[in-house]
């Protein structure tokens, strides 16, 4: 992606927080928009997943623009997702995609079709990669 799209995100995403709580809207919409979801989530702690997931958003960020960081930040999110660890099916990462863009097309008072097409980009590129991982070892 080219350094305009991810400054167009960046921004997107900055002006998400002028609404509220941006990540807390990601997850009402994440944990209902598929049965196999909720349960992941039974014992998390959300005041700390809240925070890795804001940071996950900003490692996505990074790699989109395919910065060093951003590559290591995304690494060891495939890692963690894969099969033999938190084993999410790449089946579920639509739902990831569905429920982030949602979410941000309610707090972004300027969302338009425009950015929905950048910011779907950036997480397209984002879940292929992990879910590429899963069957790693
Ligand atoms: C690009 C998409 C995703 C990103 C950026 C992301 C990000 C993260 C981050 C940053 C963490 C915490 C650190 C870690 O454990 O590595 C995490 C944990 C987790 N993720 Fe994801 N995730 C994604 C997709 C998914 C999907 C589709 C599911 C489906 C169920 C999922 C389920 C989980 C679970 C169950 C945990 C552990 C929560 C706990 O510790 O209780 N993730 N994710």
């Keep these: 992606m080219n350094d305009q ?14 609404k509220g709580d941006l990540i807390d809207r990601f997850y009402e919409i994440f944990l209902e928009s598929h ?8 014992n998390t702690d959300f005041t700390k997943q809240k925070e890795l997931l804001r940071k996950g958003i900003n490692i996505a960020i990074l790699f989109g623009n395919d910065k060093v960081l ?37 707090y972004d008072y300027q969302y338009n079709r ?11 590129k984002t879940i292929t990669y992990i879910a590429e991982g899963y069957e790693n070892n």
């Design 5 to 18: 799209e991810i400054q167009e995100v960046r921004e997107s995403f900055g002006r998400c927080t002028l």
């Design 35 to 42: 049965p196999d979801i909720k349960p992941r989530f039974a």
């Design 70 to 106: 951003g590559r290591k930040g995304i690494e060891k999110l495939r890692e963690s997702h894969k099969r033999t660890k938190l084993n999410v099916s790449p089946s579920l990462y639509i739902y990831w995609k569905k429920s982030l863009l949602q979410a941000v097309s309610e």
């Design 114 to 124: 425009e950015l929905e097409t950048i910011w779907e980009k950036l997480i397209e």
